[in-house]
Nanobody
Framework: QVQLVESGGGRVQAGGSARLSCAAS?????????MGWYRQAPGKQRELVALITNRYDTHYAGSVEGRFTISRDDARTTVYLQMNSVEPEDAGLYYC?????????????????WGQGIQVTVSS
């Protein structure tokens, strides 16, 4: 079972910066695959913010392109989201999603897990 621990976030001044972290804890890791950040604003559906593949290719929502940077540290099984020039529209509950391959019973099993969500509030 994968445990994801998110940190960072909180209240951010508009125009300011914040950094989110999501650390995965699981035994018998074979590979760390795609890692991403999603967010959900009140009354809206969860949307992809940024994704980083196991080849370090990155993809961003148009609304955050040029302001947010996703990165990863596979040795720590951690994904980061650096948020710069934060706007009021960036407020919401941010979730990390991590896809892992783990050894299980002699086979490789694919797991995808969600973090518990971390709140980002933007004050103007």
């Amino acid at each position: 079972q994968v445990q994801l621990v998110e940190s960072g976030g909180g209240r951010v001044q508009a125009g300011g910066s914040a950094r989110l972290s999501c650390a995965a804890s699981v035994e018998n890791i074979f590979a760390v695959n795609d890692m991403g950040w999603y967010r959900q604003a009140p009354g809206k559906q969860r949307e992809l913010v940024a994704l980083i593949t196991n080849r370090y290719d990155t993809h961003y929502a148009g609304s955050v392109e040029g302001r947010f940077t996703i990165s990863r540290d596979d040795a720590r099984t951690t994904v980061y989201l650096q948020m710069n020039s934060v706007e009021p529209e960036d407020a919401g509950l941010y979730y990390c999603n991590v896809a892992l391959s783990v050894w299980s019973g002699g086979d490789v099993r694919e797991l995808a897990s969600w973090g518990q969500g971390i709140q980002v509030t933007v004050s103007s």
